[in-house]
């Protein structure tokens, strides 16, 4: 599928990489890990849940598993960016299964802004975990891991201390009823929503609606209220031994057959063959 919502990653994957040219996706997506973002230089545009965010340099997010998310260009063209996927998993050769989950557990979905200070002890853990995964040894490995589980921890303590986000981008006055919109589906997504109740509810009609949402959003009311859906069906699936009737009902399909309709559409395959494909529980 062109521009697939879904961007399967590997356990553990960290590159650095520059742009000197625009480069915006397309529609938002979700990985399966969790993706750590520092940039170096530049400027680049985030779009997570129903808020947007203008990163410059010192800017670090986190994006939990199964969460949407969407980066775009600026004006400024040319930015730089260390980007590191991981999953919980990679730590569990050091550490029991309840100090991986005790870790993880307090590494939420944010948007930091670093000082000058924290943003040098960031570059220096992402410098340290790329170079020790270049060197192929067993020491080596153990020395990455261990640094991912102390930077995990660092962006963990530098979250509760940042009680307010700066970067915030502010919502332009042509996208707040979407915004106010996109909220709403985001909190109530397991709950019937219409195309008629939700043009409504942002106090626009049904067809300035569906513009404006494709606009801001980049993708259509459907497409994105199902892609939402979907990744909280592929979380479950991964993550519980719920049966397909019970994770229907928790994330807003009406029916189990048009849950499987939908997922299979979006990722060319069954939400069984998916949970056979990547047994997690």
């Given at each position: 599928?062109?521009?697939?919502?879904?961007?399967?990653?590997?356990?553990?994957?960290?590159?650095?990489?520059?742009?000197?040219?625009?480069?915006?996706?397309?529609?938002?997506?979700?990985?399966?890990?969790?993706?750590?973002?520092?940039?170096?230089?530049?400027?680049?545009?985030?779009?997570?849940?129903?808020?947007?965010?203008?990163?410059?340099?010192?800017?670090?997010?986190?994006?939990?598993?199964?969460?949407?998310?969407?980066?775009?260009?600026?004006?400024?063209?040319?930015?730089?960016?260390?980007i590191m996927n991981v999953s919980s998993d990679v730590l569990s050769p050091m550490?029991?299964?309840?100090?991986?989950?005790?870790?993880?557990?307090?590494?939420p979905t944010c948007v930091l802004d670093l000082s000058e200070d924290k943003f040098?002890?960031?570059?220096?853990?992402?410098?340290?975990?790329?170079?020790?995964?270049?060197?192929?040894?067993?020491?080596?490995?153990?020395?990455?891991?261990?640094?991912?589980?102390?930077?995990?921890?660092?962006?963990?303590?530098?979250?509760?201390?940042?009680?307010?986000?700066?970067?915030?981008?502010?919502?332009?006055?042509?996208?707040?009823?979407?915004?106010?919109?996109l909220m709403y589906i985001n909190i109530n997504y397991t709950k019937n929503i219409?195309?008629?109740?939700?043009?409504?509810?942002?106090?626009?009609?049904?067809?300035?609606?569906?513009?404006?949402?494709?606009?801001?959003?980049?993708?259509?009311?459907?497409?994105?209220?199902?892609?939402?859906?979907?990744?909280?069906?592929?979380?479950?699936?991964?993550?519980?031994?719920?049966?397909?009737?019970?994770?229907?009902?928790?994330?807003?399909?009406?029916?189990?057959?048009?849950?499987?309709?939908?997922?299979?559409?979006?990722?060319?395959?069954?939400?069984?063959?998916?949970?056979?494909?990547?047994?997690?529980?």
């Amino acid at each position: 599928m062109k521009n697939p919502i879904y961007a399967g990653t590997k356990d553990f994957d960290i590159n650095v990489a520059e742009f000197n040219k625009p480069f915006s996706m397309q529609r938002q997506h979700y990985h399966d890990t969790y993706e750590i973002y520092l940039i170096l230089e530049g400027e680049k545009n985030l779009f997570l849940d129903d808020k947007k965010y203008l990163l410059k340099k010192g800017s670090l997010f986190v994006v939990e598993p199964f969460v949407l998310h969407m980066t775009t260009s600026t004006d400024k063209v040319y930015n730089k960016r260390y980007i590191m996927n991981v999953s919980s998993d990679v730590l569990s050769p050091m550490l029991t299964k309840s100090e991986v989950e005790y870790l993880f557990k307090n590494l939420p979905t944010c948007v930091l802004d670093l000082s000058e200070d924290k943003f040098c002890f960031a570059l220096n853990y992402f410098e340290e975990i790329h170079r020790y995964k270049n060197i192929k040894n067993s020491l080596s490995n153990k020395l990455m891991r261990t640094t991912i589980a102390h930077f995990v921890d660092f962006i963990s303590r530098e979250e509760k201390k940042q009680a307010a986000i700066t970067l915030k981008n502010p919502t332009k006055k042509s996208e707040a009823p979407v915004m106010k919109a996109l909220m709403y589906i985001n909190i109530n997504y397991t709950k019937n929503i219409s195309l008629d109740f939700i043009s409504e509810y942002a106090n626009m009609s049904k067809s300035n609606f569906c513009l404006a949402f494709k606009k801001a959003v980049g993708d259509t009311f459907v497409n994105y209220l199902n892609t939402l859906r979907t990744a909280q069906v592929h979380k479950l699936l991964l993550t519980t031994s719920l049966n397909l009737t019970e994770i229907a009902s928790q994330t807003g399909f009406s029916s189990v057959d048009y849950l499987t309709r939908t997922f299979k559409k979006i990722h060319g395959i069954s939400p069984s063959q998916m949970r056979k494909n990547n047994k997690m529980v």
